[in-house]
Nanobody, 127 residues
Framework: QLQFVESGGGLVQPGGSLRLACAASGFNFDYNAIGWFRQAPGKDREGLIC????????NTAGSVLDRFTISRNNGEKTVYLQMNSLKPEDTGVYYCAAEKAAEGMCYSLDPADYYSWGRGTQVTVAS
């Protein structure tokens, strides 16, 4: 069973950058696409970006396109989220999780298609 621990959150000014890390433990990391999600106060959890097992294919939500990028290091069992040009509406708790689909291709950004959620890391964008 995979388990995830997110880190790297904090307070950043609008226009700034942060890099989040998602460290995995357990089996099957190399066989799962991994996604990043955000939950803003009072809102549903939103899928942002995911990466396939190969580290080549990605899938990005329109709200973060051209600002957020994802990468993975299978040897370190870690997935990174680089966030640039941050906006106040990017504020929320950021989570990572593994895609249920066995192919590991990053088919979906729907939170219902993911499992093994971490506890999240808080990101606050404010001046």
């Amino acid at each position: 069973q995979l388990q995830f621990v997110e880190s790297g959150g904090g307070l950043v000014q609008p226009g700034g950058s942060l890099r989040l890390a998602c460290a995995a433990s357990g089996f099957n990391f190399d066989y799962n696409a991994i996604g990043w999600f955000r939950q803003a106060p009072g809102k549903d959890r939103e899928g942002l970006i995911c990466i396939a097992v190969t580290g080549i294919n990605t899938n990005t939500a329109g709200s973060v396109l051209d600002r957020f990028t994802i990468s993975r290091n299978n040897g370190e069992k870690t997935v990174y989220l680089q966030m640039n040009s941050l906006k106040p509406e990017d504020t929320g708790v950021y989570y990572c999780a593994a895609e249920k689909a066995a192919e590991g291709m990053c088919y979906s950004l729907d939170p219902a298609d993911y499992y093994s959620w971490g506890r999240g890391t808080q990101v606050t964008v404010a001046s």
